[in-house]
């Protein structure tokens, strides 16, 4: 079935970089992509979204990409911070036919060294 | 804090037994989605709820069931537990059907 997969299960930057995590999606019909942060025994926390007509969208330090063409989504992470150090997922949502069900991957673990 | 809250936070059941699990949505929202979350793995969706009636159903076979309440709280029962079903259940809150989903801190099932 159509599913959204993360390219990379792991990332390890240093405090102050900039993270780039990355999302392949292939359902082309979706429209509504979200990235979520999910910290060690916690619920997924919703960063940022991004509709299907949007190429860019940002918010406070971080900025989600969206390319229709190849299908990929990133989120970009700048100056990178230890509290930043989590599970990230991107989720894709077919919309109001499909009656608005995520699709999650599998995550990118992200850890940031001091 | 989303103000999504779940309960209980972790419980432990046999194999065969019947579990159910409660959700209150934040202020305000009318539809919830539950999900299941295995260990290493992103969640999946179970099913939605829109103001009290099943609004889209994931690949979950009928044991998995659910209900959602006049306030728009919600509950899922899961029959006939089974090993496999050991894992995280989520539940999100949204204020239409087509919004962003605020998640719950979820419930950890252990069948053992």
């Known amino acids: 079935g159509e599913s959204v997969g993360l390219h990379l299960p792991t990332l390890s930057v240093q405090e102050g970089d900039n993270s780039i995590i990355n999302c392949a999606y292939s359902?082309?019909?979706?429209?509504?992509f979200i990235w979520y942060k999910q910290e060690s025994g916690k619920g997924p926390q919703f960063i940022i979204d991004i509709r299907s007509n949007m190429d860019k969208r940002q918010g406070q330090r971080v900025t989600v990409l969206l390319n229709k063409t190849v299908k990929h989504l990133s989120l970009q992470i700048a100056a990178t911070q230890p509290g930043d150090s989590a599970v990230y997922f991107c989720a894709e949502d077919l919309g109001e036919t499909s009656g608005s069900r995520l699709t999650f991957g599998e995550g990118t673990q992200l850890t940031v060294n001091p | 804090e989303t103000g999504v809250t779940q309960s209980p936070t972790h419980l432990i059941k046999t194999r065969g037994q019947q579990v159910t699990l409660r959700c209150s949505s934040q202020s305000g929202h009318n539809t919830v989605s539950w999900y299941q979350q295995a260990l290493g793995q992103g969640p999946q969706f179970i099913f939605q709820?829109?103001?009290?009636?099943?609004?889209g159903r994931g690949n979950f076979p009928p044991r998995f069931s659910g209900l959602q309440f006049p306030n728009y709280s919600s509950e899922l029962n899961v029959n006939a537990l089974e090993l496999d079903d050991s894992a995280l259940y989520l539940c999100?809150?949204?204020?239409?059907?087509?919004?962003?989903?605020?998640f719950g801190p979820g419930t950890r099932l252990t069948v053992l």
């Open positions: 999100a809150s949204s204020l239409v059907s087509y919004n962003e989903q605020f």
């Open positions: 359902n082309s019909a979706s429209d509504y």
């Open positions: 709820y829109y103001r009290e009636e099943e609004n």
